[in-house]
């Protein structure tokens, strides 16, 4: 008998006898078995035990990826290892690849490598050191697999089979094998008939996550471009005397004005900043991310537009913040504190008419990356709805870190988001709902779903989430219909290792229209982005110039005043993408890129508000009809309600 196959026999009293040690720290029994089934995992690079770092897209490409918990000395999780280097070697030449991960604090990277060795494992091993991997993929035990297809979506976790059970107890042999099940379902490009079942096992050991105390690192530091920009604006502003600045007398209006609609409580920032305390605690973490002006986080070039919603400081704010916190940070005379800066409650737009929830609560990790997440509701609309003003609010905003609602009158037989659905309105931090002058509004037509884009930032505990959207429909003629145009283009290849690769979009009006608002979208690998208009018989100008795009804002530009554009006007959108294995956040520097709804895959859209200034159709024209129905039972509306309402 080798050694493999007599360590796989391990006796009912051994497992008994184990447990009493092993299960005193029980894992999270109130998390759905089926928890991010259907969910894309988040890329990571962990160290093996033969020294080599594996990274999780490595493997994207492969049939299927087979993850599986372990540790050194849970019973259950050896009794299972036979199996599963059986399993491995069975599927191997069928493009399938077995990646153990050991997530218990206790246990050293030697301790992983003579537990490997000894159970004679061909698949590799990896530790997660402080269980990050474990936090962003909700797992608890050891024995749980997640079974993932050749994009990284999870398609089954739960149990390898029902053979071995916690307390000594077992089978002669499993009358379910779930794993392999699954497997043979994802090979033949099916969904598993079982996709989620309880784990046996034993619990994570687990460490307190380590979450910074402010998380800046999501903020990409400042391009060349735009260091240049803003080092002309801190020339032509001169030398700037501040003298002896306090709290009292300078710093806190200017953290009321700029930080505290993110830095309070309840709100998406770390901490808050609404008290000297506060300010002082943490003057050493504001003084670096004001010196690398990465916070407040505002990334278009100044030389180019006014905008409403500019959150970045003036030369003269910087200086103060930095001159007060390199003399001690005073609280000066407390007699010179401004009042207290009052913000709106839960809605800025006000009383919804209505109010459209989420289906389900969205579970979020204690850590790691979350890709996007979609969902969908229908309306349920029998007829179009003219929005004056629309907001969408977090349901836990520590860990949304922004939202964008979407309207899909499904007319679009492609389906690829951004291209065809109407953008409705959005939320990140620091960022104000979409509220229409009067007499202007936004239709939705019969029939549409809203779609939720969802990005969690996970924060160091498991948070659930069920974000909303309110909609305050038009109480008055409709003059302007309001739009959101996604100027798109689909047709592109990223080259491997391009660093600045041109992608160009354009669309010329056939209407005279009223300008409002930018907001550009790429993915990870976006670089620089910048909207040109040109007037007709005109030459171009740029109107808005984001040289340091980051992924984690999506950032909405607000003019500060409106423009009015002639009929024959044209935009163009430039844009460029960094494939190169310099851009940290680039899932794989050696694949060439196309057009995808995922975040490894990239998009191209220039969104633009605005205005029609010619008169609106028929449609329009009805509008006030609208006051009658929109809200006839009083208070908020749920989704069902309105579904009854407007009829199924």
């Given amino acids: ?105 206790s246990e050293s990277p030697a301790d992983i490598a003579a537990h490997k060795k000894e159970y004679g494992l061909s698949f590799p091993v990896v530790r997660d050191e ?41 089978r002669d042999k499993a009358e379910h094998n779930y794993l392999v099940d699954a497997i043979e379902a994802v090979l033949a490009k099916k969904t598993p008939e079982v996709t989620a079942t309880k784990v046996e096992g034993c619990p994570i050991e687990r460490v307190a996550p380590e979450i910074a105390a402010v998380d800046v690192d999501r903020v990409r530091a400042p391009s060349a471009e735009l260091a240049k920009a803003r080092a002309e604006i801190d020339a032509a502003a001169g030398e700037i005397e501040v003298g ?21 409580p309840g709100q998406s920032a770390p901490f808050s900043l609404e008290k000297y ?80 929830e989420i289906p389900n609560e969205y579970i979020v990790p204690a850590q790691g990356t979350v890709e996007y997440v979609y969902m969908r509701v229908p309306t349920g609309f029998k007829e179009d709805v003219w929005v004056q003003a629309a ?56 029939g549409s779903d809203i779609l939720f884009q969802l990005h969690y930032t996970p924060n160091g505990k498991i948070r659930t989430d069920r974000s909303k959207l309110g909609l305050i429909f038009a109480k008055e003629p409709v003059k302007n219909e309001a739009h959101t145009l996604g100027i ?33 979208h790429m993915h990870l690998r976006g670089r620089d982005f910048e909207y040109r208009i040109t007037l007709p018989g005109g030459e171009p100008e740029v109107a808005l110039s984001v040289p340091a795009y980051d992924f984690g804002w999506q950032s909405y530009y607000t003019l500060a005043q409106p423009r009015d554009l002639p009929k024959g006007t044209r935009i163009d959108c430039i844009a460029h993408f960094d494939n190169s294995k310099e851009n940290l956040a680039n899932p794989d520097p050696t694949k060439a890129v196309r057009w995808g709804d995922q975040t490894y895959e990239e998009m191209m859209i220039g969104y633009v508000d605005y205005l029609d200034l010619d008169p609106p159709g028929e449609r329009a024209a009805k509008a006030p009809a609208r006051k009658e129905r929109s809200n006839p039972v009083g208070g908020l509306l749920s989704v069902g309600r309105v579904l009854k309402l407007f009829g199924n």
Avoid at 130 to 158: F, K, Q, S
Avoid at 489 to 501: E, L, M, Y
Wanted: hydrophobic share 40%; charged share 25%.
């Fill in 130 to 170: 402080r269980n990050r991997v474990a936090d962003a993929m909700l797992a608890e035990r050891t024995c749980e697999t997640l079974v993932l297809d050749g994009r990284g979506r999870i398609r089954y976790r739960g149990a390898i089979d029902d053979q071995y059970y916690v307390g000594g107890k077992q």
């Fill in 277 to 356: 305390d506060d300010a002082r605690r943490w003057s050493a973490g504001i003084a670096e991310v004001v010196e690398s002006r990465r916070m407040p986080p505002w990334h278009a070039d100044p030389r180019h537009g006014k905008f409403a919603n500019d959150r970045s400081l003036t030369p003269k704010e910087r200086a103060t913040i930095l001159a007060w916190i390199d003399q001690g940070s005073p609280l000066g005379d407390p007699a010179k504190l401004p009042p207290a800066k009052s913000f709106p409650g839960e809605w800025t737009i006000g009383k919804p008419d209505l109010v459209i």
């Fill in 391 to 446: 907001e969408a609010i977090p349901g836990d905003r520590s860990v949304v870190h922004h939202i964008i609602a979407f309207v899909d009158d499904k007319k679009n037989q492609r389906g690829r988001l951004g291209e065809e659905q109407m953008h409705l309105c959005g939320y990140a931090p620091g960022d104000m709902p979409s509220i229409y002058p009067a007499g202007s509004a936004k239709r939705i037509p019969a």
């Fill in 1 to 105: 008998m080798s050694k493999r196959r007599g360590i796989g026999l391990i006796t009912a009293a051994t497992l008994g006898a184990f447990s009493a040690i092993l299960f005193t720290s029980p894992a999270r029994a109130d998390l759905p078995a089926a928890r991010q089934v259907g969910d894309r995992v988040a890329n990571f690079t962990l160290p093996s035990t033969d020294g080599n770092d594996i990274q999780l897209f490595g493997y994207y490409g492969k049939n299927a990826v087979v993850i599986v918990f372990m540790g050194t000395q849970c019973p259950v999780g050896n009794a299972y290892l036979p199996r599963l280097e059986e399993l491995a070697n069975r599927y191997r030449s069928k493009g399938v690849v077995f990646l153990g991960i050991n997530s218990n604090s």
């Fill in 488 to 520: 798109v283009q689909t047709r592109f290849i990223i080259p491997p290792g391009a660093a600045k690769h041109e992608v160009r979009s354009s669309h010329t009006f056939d209407k005279n229209v009223r300008l409002l608002a930018f907001m550009p």
């Fill in 244 to 264: 002896k600045p306090t709290y009292a007398g300078e710093v806190a209006l200017i953290l009321q004005n700029r930080c505290q609609a993110c830095h309070r």
